[in-house]
């Protein structure tokens, strides 16, 4: 089965910007989805198909995806944007089955 | 507005049956893929199954394959789970969530999400 590889953590200062990875085989060839996740709340999306925003996500998150990598871009980050943070794509290889990485704890210094 | 919520979660003894609901509004429930997403305490998601706006076809997690069952009923617009031989790894708030957009079942993103319904299996 398809494997999604995250950081368990990245740290950064607010104002900065945060990079997310998510490391897949060839995970260029597929879309991938980013979620956020806050403490007792369900899941939010903040990017798709890459690099796409949903209605009512800041400019601030943005995405890219290629080779084996796609990455989570947060710009100008902010006390709020502490969060867990999970990519996901489709593995149609075998059978079709949603993938999740393990998920990345943001946290704002 | 989307609105999701899910319910029937609860204890439930291991090997034992249970199945979740998700009541859907706010959209035209007929025309979008639904997912199941679960989620262990202090764990990260894990998807568990999708399934067709027209329930004609339907993904499961390899975890829960031969086990869960996802079914709609697109006249009362509302998705279910049917989980039979219950696991203590099954232990995990269970999120519905509606695709993106029409069309395809796989390769959409979760776009909205219920609050999730508890299901707890121990003895």
């Known amino acids: 089965s398809y494997v999604l590889t995250q950081p368990p953590s990245v740290s950064v200062a607010p104002g900065k910007t945060a990079r997310i990875t998510c490391g897949g085989n060839?995970?260029?060839?597929?879309?991938v989805h980013w979620y956020q996740q806050k403490p007792g709340q369900a899941p939010v999306l903040v990017i798709y198909y890459d690099s796409d925003r949903p209605s009512g996500i800041p400019e601030r998150f943005s995405g890219s995806n290629s080779g084996n990598t796609a990455t989570l871009t947060i710009s100008r980050v902010e006390a709020g944007d502490e969060a867990d943070y999970y990519c996901q794509v489709w593995d149609s290889s075998s059978d079709h089955q949603g993938v999740f990485g393990g998920g990345t704890k943001l946290t704002v210094l | 507005q989307v609105q999701l919520v899910e319910s029937g979660g609860g204890v439930v003894q291991p090997g034992r049956s249970l199945r979740l609901s998700c009541a859907a509004s706010?959209?035209?429930?007929?025309?979008?893929?639904m997912h199941w997403v679960r989620q262990a305490p202090g764990k990260g998601l894990e998807w568990v199954a999708v399934i067709s706006y027209d329930g004609s076809n339907k993904y499961y997690a390899d975890s829960v394959k031969g086990r869960f069952t996802i079914s709609r009923d697109n006249s009362k617009n509302t998705l279910y789970l049917q989980m039979n031989s219950l696991r203590a790894e099954d232990t995990a708030v269970y999120y519905c969530?509606?695709?993106?957009?029409?069309?395809?079942?796989?390769?959409?993103?979760?776009?909205?999400w219920g609050q999730g319904t508890l299901v707890t299996v121990s003895s």
């Open positions: 706010g959209f035209t429930f007929s025309s979008y893929g």
């Open positions: 969530a509606k695709a993106d957009s029409v069309g395809a079942t796989t390769s959409k993103a979760a776009l909205n």
């Open positions: 060839n995970i260029g060839s597929k879309s």
